[in-house]
Nanobody, 120 residues
Framework: QVQLVETGGGLVQAGGSLRLSCVAS???????????MGWYRQAPGLQRELVTT???????NYADFAKGRFTISRDSAKKMVHLQMNSLKPEDTAVYYC???????????WGQGTQVTVSS
């Protein structure tokens, strides 16, 4: 089992920045290594959507709305992933979820989510 804990959400004005962090833990890491990690978000009344992912090799993938504004990074040794969000817009308001997979496995693990609210 993998536990994911997100931090860093909050309220920010439009144009501002926030940095989200997620740390993974679990005894399973004695057997497996962390694979792809990423961030998803879900706004009220909408489906959860991909924001960005990063593989264990550092390859990144961004949703169109995140390109140029959001940056994902990871510290594999600490089993952490970060999301730097700049130039935030009110439409970025959502609950942001950390996601992770173990290398070679397809099961998704999710954090509890952290609220990001961008005021206009």
């Amino acid at each position: 089992q993998v536990q994911l804990v997100e931090t860093g959400g909050g309220l920010v004005q439009a144009g501002g920045s926030l940095r989200l962090s997620c740390v993974a833990s679990g005894s399973i890491f004695s057997t497996y290594i962390m694979g792809t990690m990423g961030w998803y978000r879900q706004a009220p009344g909408l489906q959860r959507e991909l924001v960005t992912t990063i593989t264990r090799f550092g390859n990144t993938n961004y949703a169109d709305f995140a390109k140029g504004r959001f940056t994902i990074s990871r510290d594999s040794a600490k089993k952490m992933v970060h999301l730097q969000m700049n130039s935030l817009k009110p439409e970025d308001t959502a609950v942001y979820y950390c996601n992770a997979r173990l290398s070679g496995r397809e099961k998704d693990y999710w954090g509890q989510g952290t609220q990001v609210t961008v005021s206009s």
